[in-house]
């Protein structure tokens, strides 16, 4: 007999309501649950918002890479984040959120292995609903 009992599934809304700006607060600055969560839901609810902003996988996976060469406060302050105006706009605080907490470098690492596992999210958002056509 399972002890476990099931865990309630989340829909994408209610991953999309999640508070990204919070679960990178917390989550980037110390392993635990709080990392676990925003690497599972977190980046969940990130992928789902910014795919229905139409925001591409390797616009994203750019960005990590910007994060891993100059620093999530770095990226932060860039003019332009997305080629999405709605899309920067939603993702800065973010970043800005990331930003207060991140310690150069191991902060840094974190937030943009963050920012790949929403680009792959989104990959295989649309992969999937490619393949249901």
Sequence with gaps: MDSNPPRPTKTDDDCARLDTARMLRYGVP??????????GDGAVGAAVVLDRLGVLPRSVAFLAEVVRS???????????????????????????????????VVGDETTARWLESVA????????????GR
């Design 30 to 39: 110390a392993e635990g649950p709080h990392r676990t969560a925003l690497f």
């Design 70 to 104: 100059g620093g999530v406060r770095y990226a932060a302050r860039l003019p332009e984040l997305l080629p999405d105006p709605a899309a920067t706009d939603t993702l800065r605080p973010w970043l800005e959120a990331a930003g207060t907490v991140a310690r150069p």
């Design 120 to 131: 792959e999210l989104i990959g295989l958002r649309r992969t999937s609903r490619a393949r």
